[in-house]
């Protein structure tokens, strides 16, 4: 079992949709969530970070934490074309090496 | 603030050949990182450094993979001989642990390998 586990897509939807975005991990150290956006060509750039349970919100996006579950999600609401990129959702544990341990990526496109 | 530098941005290689990839990261930060990311999957780390010193190295193929950082700031990473799998972004990133963003790590825009 990979320690973090995102559906690849990709996902289509139309623009103004809410977009839901998940991953799962093996690795109950975790405790720093975040999810980085990448355009095609472009390296991955940080969109909200998480620490511990519980959600965040950042106009448009919210991201929450279920440690039970081991489920971390990324909600965007009004969909965006400019928000067509890939999203990948990354964690690490407390302390130590900060190596942030990533998912697939989902590829997503939102049509205008 | 200027972001993380690479270059070169795309390079083409035969297999056995060798090839370098440079970074200068954002200034000030003392923790360097170099990623891999395969086509269609997440970026993997291969080496961090803390200043000049290795902090993380399980994940580098040591026998044709190798990575300084002299003086503490830019980087290079070495591949030599080259393989076919070797085909990827390789992503180096930056951060600084008086980030308020529990060590917020800045990605440059990677030097996309071809191996042919």
């Known amino acids: 079992q990979k320690e973090v586990e995102q559906d690849p897509g990709p996902l289509s939807v139309p623009e103004g949709a809410i977009v839901s975005l998940n991953c799962t991990y093996s690795n109950s150290a975790f405790q720093y969530f975040m999810w980085y956006r990448q355009y095609s060509r472009k390296g991955p750039e940080l969109l909200m970070y998480t620490y511990s349970s519980g959600n965040k919100e950042d106009g448009r996006f919210t991201a929450q934490v279920d440690k039970s579950s081991k489920y971390i999600s990324l909600f965007i609401r009004d969909s965006q074309p400019s928000d067509s990129a890939t999203y990948l959702c990354a964690m690490r544990v407390q302390g130590g090496s900060e190596k942030l341990v990533f998912g697939k990526g989902m590829k997503l496109t939102v049509n205008p | 603030e200027a972001g993380v530098a690479q270059s070169p941005r795309y390079k083409i290689i035969e297999k056995r050949q060798s090839v370098a990839f440079w970074c200068n990261p954002i200034s000030g930060h003392a923790t360097l990182y170099w990623y891999q990311q395969i086509l269609g999957q997440g970026p993997k780390l291969l080496i961090q450094?803390?200043?000049?010193?290795?902090?993380?190295d399980s994940q580098l193929p040591k026998d044709r993979f190798s990575a300084e950082r002299l003086k503490g700031v830019d980087s290079t990473l070495k591949i030599q001989p080259a393989k076919l799998e070797d085909s990827a972004v390789y992503l180096c990133?930056?951060?600084?642990?008086?980030?308020?963003?529990?060590?917020?790590?800045?990605f440059g825009e990677g030097s996309w390998l071809t191996v042919v």
């Open positions: 990133a930056s951060s600084s642990r008086q980030s308020s963003s529990g060590n917020t790590i800045y």
């Open positions: 450094f803390q200043n000049n010193g290795v902090v993380d």
